[in-house]
């Protein structure tokens, strides 16, 4: 199962204690104060990795703690510091703090954000040391490292991404031209998660389908129109089923402007689909129709493999020349 929003807690490190000690030296049971600082406690960033599917690992567990700073000793030294934890997240995550508002975005691979800082160390007796107090008996407890509750949304980092109405078609070409295995069916809905393909090394997501509303959470709602913010470039499958192809491009088109402008700008490509199910006067009349778009259209066919063929060419030298 594909997970792309994850709540979890986390903490970082106390600091170490502080603590009371003394110099012994022959004839001089307490030649000194010599109590060290305790170790800082450990700080907890998140990380970007290639996995897009990372979250699915935190499922069963989302609670993560740093280590705690380790108390100090005697002879003036001072304890080992806890050691930073890494969450690993998809690149493309955005990281929400609930409770202080904060928000960190990681848009490249292996790129870092620290969530919560650890807790620094008490002091020993040593610090406390002066001309008027040779002999502290004082020290202070570490601090605690902060704590608190994130969301992470993954937004999808592809290459290409494939919308449209339910029941468009993505699926069926998705895995005609990549190495996925979606599911497909006569029915709206099929998918329910983002789908991925490879091509040649171009990352090709099947999103959702998107119906009238969904800017505003109908359906499967904004939920999924968030994968599209973060596409090179879109292909909008179109079915020439439908009884009115144009009526239906152009709900898309609303609902893309809705949610984010910015995503009627990206490059987009149209692909007419189920040529085999409709008359040829009808693609020539929706072909026309969608003239003044100025985009390039392709029309493909269950029943034409090579019109499957020519797109995943004509998309292949583009994305090499992106």
Known sequence: MFVDELTILAKAGDGGDG????????????????????????????????????????????????????????????????????????????????????????????ETERILKGGGGGLGNEYFKSSTNRSPEES????????????????????????????????????????????????????????????????????????????SGKGLGHKFLRHISRTKMLLHLVSLEHEDPIKEYYTIREELSQYDKSLTEKEEWIILTKKDLVEKAQIESTLSALAKTEKRVLVIGQNDPDSYKNLQDQLTLHLRSL
């Open 140 to 215: 202070t407890k570490g601090k605690k490292g902060e704590e608190g509750e994130f969301l992470i949304e993954v937004s999808l980092m592809v290459d290409v991404g494939l919308i449209g109405l339910p029941n468009a078609g993505k699926s069926t070409l998705l895995n005609s031209i990549t190495n996925a295995h979606s599911r497909i069916g006569a029915y709206p809905f099929t998918t329910t998660e983002p789908h991925l393909g490879d091509l040649y090394g171009f990352v090709i997501a099947d999103i959702p389908g998107l119906i009238s509303g969904a800017a």
């Open 19 to 110: 603590v009371v000690r003394w110099r012994h030296e022959k004839f001089r049971p307490m030649a000194g104060p010599s109590g060290g600082d305790g170790g800082r406690g450990g700080d907890i960033y998140v990380r970007a990795v290639k996995d897009l599917n990372h979250l699915a690992k935190y499922t069963g567990n989302n609670s993560f703690s740093a280590p705690v700073g380790v108390a100090g000793t005697g002879s003036s030294k001072t304890g080992k510091d806890g050691d930073d934890l890494y969450i690993d997240i998809p690149v493309g995550s955005r990281v929400t703090d609930v409770a202080r508002q904060r928000v960190f975005e990681l848009t490249k691979l292996g």
